[in-house]
């Protein structure tokens, strides 16, 4: 099963909205990552989990805020978004097997915000 | 130069025919390299890894070239449901989970 769920499939928030979007995988991964896509551009990597610490933040604006409750989860909390920030979210997972390993990346389907 | 760069298309082929998609990357340090494919609206699917010593799985042959930074994708006997976008990908290189850098795709459309 290389299922990752994600919810909701749609979200609209105001500027002043606080929203969480969820993730989950099943799969025994120990590596959670959320990427944001914008119309017509590839996928940008906003941060990594590793064995549910945060490994990576790619300078990302503090209004976005992850959270790896567990191994299987992983939440991003949106605070104050901007309109600028609607975009498709993406979670994937993959194992962490170290330096050279092909850690293959598996996503879900994505999260599309709007924000007014 | 981009991290990633790929010929955006589209490419318009004939049901039955040979397609090659190549892509070169900027980071030396990248250790692992993958196709992945994007239809309309969809999250991106993995549809190969690329090793060295390059790989086929069923229609499709990947190669690497470390020395030129450069990724190649054939798809042979192309089918209808071929059409979407391809992604060359590379990891950042900075070791374990690290995360992707993606083309912006090559848009494939296969025609009957």
């Known amino acids: 099963d290389t299922e990752v769920t994600q919810t909701p499939k749609h979200l609209v928030m105001g500027m002043t909205n606080k929203k969480s979007l969820k993730c989950e995988q099943h799969?025994?991964?120990?590596?959670m990552y959320w990427y944001k896509q914008k119309a017509k551009k590839p996928p940008e990597l906003m941060f990594v989990?590793?064995?549910?610490?945060?490994?990576i933040n790619e300078s990302v604006p503090s209004r976005f805020s992850p959270e790896c409750p567990n191994s299987s989860l992983l939440n991003l909390h949106l605070h104050a978004l901007q309109p600028e920030d609607s975009a498709l979210y993406l979670c994937?997972?993959?194992?962490?097997?170290?330096?050279?390993?092909?850690?293959?990346?598996?996503f879900g389907p994505g999260t599309r915000l709007t924000v007014l | 130069r981009k991290e990633v760069e790929q010929d955006p298309g589209p490419f318009n082929v004939p049901e039955g025919a040979t397609v090659a998609f190549n892509c070169t990357y900027s980071?030396?340090?990248?250790?692992?390299f993958f196709w992945y494919r994007q239809d309309c609206r969809k999250e991106p699917k993995l549809l190969m890894s690329?090793?060295?010593s390059g790989n086929e799985d069923g229609r499709f042959t990947a190669q690497l070239n470390r020395a030129s930074q450069y990724i190649s994708l054939l798809i042979r006997d192309s089918k209808l449901s071929d059409s979407a976008t391809y992604l060359c990908?590379?990891?950042?290189?900075?070791?374990?989970?690290?995360?992707?850098?993606f083309g912006k795709g090559t848009h494939l459309i296969i025609q009957p």
């Open positions: 799969m025994g991964h120990r590596a």
């Open positions: 989990y590793s064995y549910e610490k945060l490994s």
């Open positions: 980071n030396s340090a990248s250790q692992s």
């Open positions: 690329v090793y060295s």
């Open positions: 994937a997972s993959s194992q962490d097997r170290g330096l050279a390993a092909y850690n293959e990346q598996f």
């Open positions: 990908v590379v990891n950042k290189g900075r070791g374990g989970a690290d995360g992707l850098t």
